[in-house]
C-alpha cells in the first residue's frame, strides 16, 4: 500500500470512529450537527476541494463535483447521517479502486523492471561505475554475475548464462560467449561477461521497449475512445436530469420540494461514472501487461483490440515460420554410405563460410581436420574442387556435374541440393533445406482453432520451396517468387477480400517486410529485439521468435475485449436500472452507493483479471512438445 493509500485509509478509520458514537451516543441535533459536520470535514474535506479546484480550471461535471452536491445538498436539509455516510462509503470505494490500479501498476512494473541502474565501464585498465546514458559505442563494459546487461553488444571474453524471462518470456537461460550478440535487460547468471557496446542507451533494446510500454497508454482502443465521448456527454446530461427532477414534478403536480431533491441528490450518486472511466482503461492495461508476461510486446489498447478481430493472418516465410537457418534434411548416396557420402561433402566445404557449406560441416559432425585436403578451387556459380588423400572431389550444383562431365541423377525435391563426385565418378546428392519452426504447424492449427479463416504465406523464395513449406504447415494459400513490391500488392488484395468488422495480421520479420508490416491492419515482428525496423515497423513485437505466441497474444486479446464488455454491460444496466428506482424514489441514497461504488469496485477486480496469463495462454518452453500445450486459446 502507497503513502498515500494508508493516508487515506486512517482518514476512513478516523471519520467510522467519530461517525459511529456520534451515531448511537444520544445526544440533542446541535450535538449530532456538530459531530457529523466534523465527521464529514474529515472524510470529504478533499472530494471538496477537488471539485472546487475543477470548477476553476473549467472541469465542472465530474465524480468529485456530483459527490459534492450530493452529499452537501443531503446534510442542508438535514439528512445528515445518509451525507456522511455517501461520502465515507464513496472514500472506502476509491481506496478499493486506488488499490486495485496500483496493484495492477506494480505488476506491470515489475514485469517492465529491466532498466539498468548502472553499467561497470573499463577505461585506460580501470572500471568505473557510471550511468548506462554516458556509456560510448565501442566502450568495453563489464557485468558481473547477478548484474543486467546495461546496453546491446558483443560479448568479447567470457562465457555465461543469460536470464531473459524479463524480456522474451522464455524461462529457460540463455548460453552465450565470446562473439555472441546480447541486448540489454538481460540478467547475467554465472560468469563474467567483457562486452564491446555497439549502440548508445538512447537506442538500446531496454530504452525501446520501455519507451513504447509507457507509451501504449496513448493509442487508445475504439471501446476506450467511447467510453471517453460518452462521459464527456454522459456527466452533464445526468446532472441536468437531476436538476429537473428536483424542480419539475414539485411545480406541476404541486407536491413538496424535499422528497424530490432526495430524489435529485440519489440520482446524482447513482448516476457516477467511475465505473466504466477506470475499468475499460484498466482492462486494456491489464491485457497489455498480461502478453508481455508471454513475451508479446503491443504497442497500444488500439492494436490489442484489433488483433481480437483478425480472421486472416498472413506469413512471411524466412525468419517467421523457418529458422532462417539451413539444415541438412536427406542423402542420396550413389554407390557409397550415407555417412561416406556426407564425410566427402564436408571435406569439400570445410573452409567455407557459406551457410550451405556450414550446415553440411555441421551435419557431417565430426572432425573435417585429419582429412588431407589440398588444391581448394571455388568454381565461382558452380562449387567447389578440392583434393582429398590425392583424389579429386567435386561438390556443386547441377552446372559443375555437366562442367565436368560426370553422368548424375537430378533430385526433384525442393531445396538446395549440393551433387558429389569423387574421381569423375558420380557419389550423391546432400538435400538442404531452411528449417520449419518446431511449433509453426502447430501454431497455424491454434490459430484456425481461434477462428482465424484464412492462413496465407507470402515469400521470395522459388515455386517448389513454398508449396512445400506451405502443405507442411497446413497453410491456405501460399504465393511464391515475390519481390517486396509484389508482397504489398499481394496485402491490398487480401485486405480487400477481408469482411469489413475483420482484421488482417501480417507476421514478418521486421527487417525486409517493414512496407508491408506498415500495410497490414496489425503487423507483427517476429523476433524483433535486434531489430531496429521491427520495433518501428510492427504494431505488435513478438520477443523471441516463436509463431505459437501469435496465437496466446490473440487468446489474451480476446479475454480482455470479454472483460471491457462484461464491464461496460454491467455497470450500465445496473446504473440504468438504479437511475430509474431513484428518479420513482425507490432508490434511497444506500442503494446509490452501491449503484456507485460497488458497481466501480466489482467492475475494477473484474477488470484486474486481465493482467492474469492462464496456462491456457502460456507458450510453448524449451524442450516441450506441441502435444502437450493443447488448450492454448480455448475460449473460456
Known amino acids: 500500500m502507497t503513502k498515500k493509500q494508508k493516508k487515506q485509509l486512517y482518514r476512513i478509520l478516523t471519520a467510522v470512529l467519530i461517525f459511529l458514537p456520534v451515531l448511537w451516543i444520544p445526544m440533542n441535533e446541535t450535538g449530532k450537527f456538530i459531530g457529523f459536520l466534523v465527521c464529514y470535514a474529515v472524510i470529504g474535506w478533499d472530494i471538496i476541494w477537488k471539485a472546487i479546484s475543477n470548477i476553476l480550471h473549467g472541469q465542472v461535471f ?13 446534510m442542508c436539509l438535514g439528512d445528515y447521517k445518509e451525507g456522511v455516510a455517501v461520502m465515507l462509503f464513496y472514500q472506502v470505494g476509491e481506496l478499493f479502486q486506488s488499490y486495485a490500479v496500483s496493484r495492477s501498476r506494480r505488476s506491470i512494473a515489475g514485469l517492465m523492471d529491466i532498466r539498468p541502474d548502472y553499467a561497470n565501464v573499463v577505461r585506460e585498465g580501470k572500471e568505473t561505475r557510471v550511468d548506462p546514458d554516458e556509456v560510448l559505442v565501442g566502450d568495453v ?4 554475475p547477478g548484474e543486467r546487461v546495461p546496453l546491446d553488444g558483443t560479448v568479447l571474453e567470457g562465457n555465461s548464462t543469460l536470464d531473459t524471462s524479463a524480456l522474451t518470456g522464455e524461462s529457460m537461460p540463455r548460453e552465450i560467449g565470446a562473439g555472441a550478440e546480447v541486448i540489454s535487460g538481460c540478467i547475467n547468471q554465472t560468469g563474467t561477461l567483457r562486452i564491446r557496446v555497439g549502440r548508445p542507451y538512447g537506442e538500446s533494446t531496454v530504452s525501446k521497449i520501455l519507451d513504447l510500454v509507457e507509451n501504449a497508454s496513448s493509442k487508445k482502443s475504439r471501446s476506450e475512445a467511447f467510453i471517453t465521448r460518452f462521459a464527456k456527454y454522459y456527466t452533464p446530461s445526468v446532472v441536468a436530469a437531476a436538476a429537473l427532477l428536483a424542480v419539475l414534478p414539485p411545480l406541476l403536480m404541486g407536491q413538496a420540494f424535499t422528497p424530490w431533491i432526495h430524489r435529485a441528490l440519489a440520482f ?16 486494456f492495461f491489464g491485457g497489455i501487461g498480461g502478453a508481455s508476461k508471454c513475451g508479446v510486446l503491443i504497442k497500444g489498447s488500439n492494436y490489442l483490440e484489433a488483433l481480437a478481430k483478425a480472421e486472416t493472418v498472413v506469413f512471411d516465410k524466412t525468419g517467421t515460420l523457418t529458422k532462417g537457418s539451413f539444415a541438412v534434411t536427406r542423402c542420396y548416396p550413389q554407390g557409397i554410405s550415407g555417412e561416406r557420402l556426407l564425410e566427402l561433402a564436408a571435406c569439400a566445404e570445410k573452409d567455407s563460410s557459406h551457410p550451405i557449406s556450414r550446415s553440411i560441416v555441421k551435419a557431417y559432425g565430426k572432425d573435417t581436420e585429419r582429412f588431407g585436403v589440398t588444391d581448394v578451387q571455388e568454381i565461382a556459380g558452380h562449387g567447389i574442387s578440392v583434393s582429398l588423400d590425392g583424389k579429386k572431389v567435386l561438390a556443386g550444383n547441377t552446372k559443375l556435374m555437366r562442367l565436368k562431365n560426370i553422368p548424375f541423377q537430378p533430385i526433384a525435391e525442393a531445396g538446395t541440393v549440393v551433387y558429389v563426385a569423387e574421381d569423375g565418378k558420380y557419389r550423391g546428392a546432400v538435400l538442404i533445406e531452411d528449417e520449419i519452426k518446431e511449433d509453426a504447424a502447430f501454431a497455424v492449427r491454434e490459430l484456425k482453432k481461434a477462428g482465424v479463416r484464412k492462413t496465407v504465406m507470402l515469400t521470395g523464395d522459388a515455386k517448389a520451396v513454398g508449396e512445400k513449406v506451405a502443405e507442411k504447415l497446413g497453410l491456405d494459400l501460399a504465393y511464391t517468387e515475390l519481390l517486396p513490391a509484389d508482397k504489398v500488392e499481394h496485402m491490398e488484395r487480401l485486405l480487400a477480400e477481408t469482411s469489413e468488422k475483420g482484421r488482417l495480421a501480417f507476421v514478418g520479420d521486421g527487417i525486409n517486410d517493414a512496407p508491408v508490416l506498415a500495410r497490414a491492419d496489425i503487423g507483427i515482428a517476429m523476433g524483433g529485439l535486434g531489430s531496429d525496423a521491427a520495433i518501428e515497423a510492427a504494431d505488435i513485437v513478438i520477443m523471441t521468435d516463436e509463431p505459437l ?27 440504468g436500472i438504479m437511475l430509474l428506482l431513484g428518479a420513482c424514489g425507490i432508490a434511497s441514497m444506500w442503494a446509490a452507493v452501491f449503484a456507485d461504488v460497488g458497481v466501480s469496485v466489482i467492475a475494477i477486480l473484474n477488470a484486474v483479471r486481465a493482467l492474469r496469463v492462464p496456462k491456457e495462454d502460456r507458450v510453448l518452453k524449451k524442450g516441450e512438445h506441441p502435444g502437450d500445450c493443447c488448450c492454448i486459446n480455448k475460449e473460456k
Open 141 to 144: 563494459i563489464l557485468v558481473k
Open 549 to 575: 505466441k501469435i496465437a496466446s497474444a490473440m487468446g489474451i486479446s480476446r479475454k480482455t475485449l470479454r472483460i471491457v464488455r462484461q464491464n461496460i454491460i454491467f455497470a450500465l444496466g445496473v446504473k
Open 268 to 283: 446524482l450518486v447513482i448516476s457516477c461514472p467511475c465505473a466504466l472511466v477506470i475499468s475499460v482503461p484498466l482492462s
Open 62 to 74: 465530474d465524480e468529485n463535483f456530483l459527490m459534492t452536491v450530493a452529499t452537501v445538498g443531503a
